[in-house]
């Protein structure tokens, strides 16, 4: 086994291949994420930014390659442990937001946290201080099905950053918003990454999506584009000047 990767690196991938049915969704990408950054994903569709979220956060194994978070082998572990992490060091938010229908918005918001041992009024008042950051406390004892799809997504990333996560990974999190609830909901999801030491992965095929990362990584057909990116141009200014920015 190899040796494990630097102390600041939070989370590092070495040549992981993953295939679905036979057809290659990552041929050996290999990247590091330091603690506390901000890294965009950046791709057409099809090139495997979805698939390579979905390996970093334990949800999908690899078939080859490795794995760490925190200097710990994530590849070697086994369905109940990868269970285990996702529940108490990562958060997921995707393009669509699989809330539970019986739960209201603020329940919803707050079951990650009762999952994880948090008492019922504090677990509620957490849920419903992210509610309000995402201006949707009005709609706090609603059920998704009495919410636009804006509103059920907006739930579902106020779930994702309620158990403040070590690592936030946000997969095209913005896509079923309205061009004008795209920025303010990325903007809430980078200043509330910067501002409570969260490191995030945020993928997406919109550049406008992914303009508030501090460095960005594209895809090619499962592979990381060598020749690179452009910093985003907030990200040039440094991240203290897209928290200023909220």
Excluded at 159 to 185: G, I, K, S, W, Y
């Amino acid at each position: 086994m190899s040796a494990a990767p630097p102390d600041n690196d939070v989370l590092r991938a070495r040549g992981i291949v993953k295939s679905h049915h036979g057809t290659p969704a990552l041929r050996g990408v290999t990247l590091a994420v330091e603690e506390g950054e901000i890294l965009a994903v950046t791709g057409a569709r099809g090139s495997g930014k979805s698939t390579l979220l979905g390996c970093l956060s334990a949800q999908l194994p690899i078939d080859d390659g490795e794995i760490w978070f925190n200097s710990a082998p994530v590849h070697t572990l086994g369905r109940a442990r990868r269970e285990k992490l996702r529940r108490e060091r990562f958060g997921y938010v995707g393009p669509e937001p699989h809330l539970v229908p019986e739960l209201t918005a603020r329940e919803n918001v707050a079951l990650p946290l009762l999952l994880a041992g948090a008492g019922h009024r504090a677990a509620h008042a957490a849920a419903a201080e992210w509610l309000e950051r995402l201006d949707i406390a009005d709609y706090a004892r609603h059920r998704p099905a009495a919410l636009v799809q804006g509103l059920r997504q907006r739930v579902a990333v106020a779930r994702a950053l309620a158990p403040m996560p070590t690592v936030l990974f946000a997969d095209d999190p913005a896509a079923p918003l309205h061009r004008e609830e795209q920025e303010q909901v990325l903007r809430i999801l980078a200043s509330a990454a910067r501002s409570h030491g969260i490191t995030m992965l945020l993928a997406g095929s919109d550049a406008e999506q992914v303009r508030f990362a501090d460095r960005t990584v594209t895809l090619v057909d499962g592979r990381i584009d060598r020749a690179g990116a452009p910093a985003p141009a907030d990200a040039a200014a440094g991240p203290a000047a897209v928290a200023a920015g909220r």
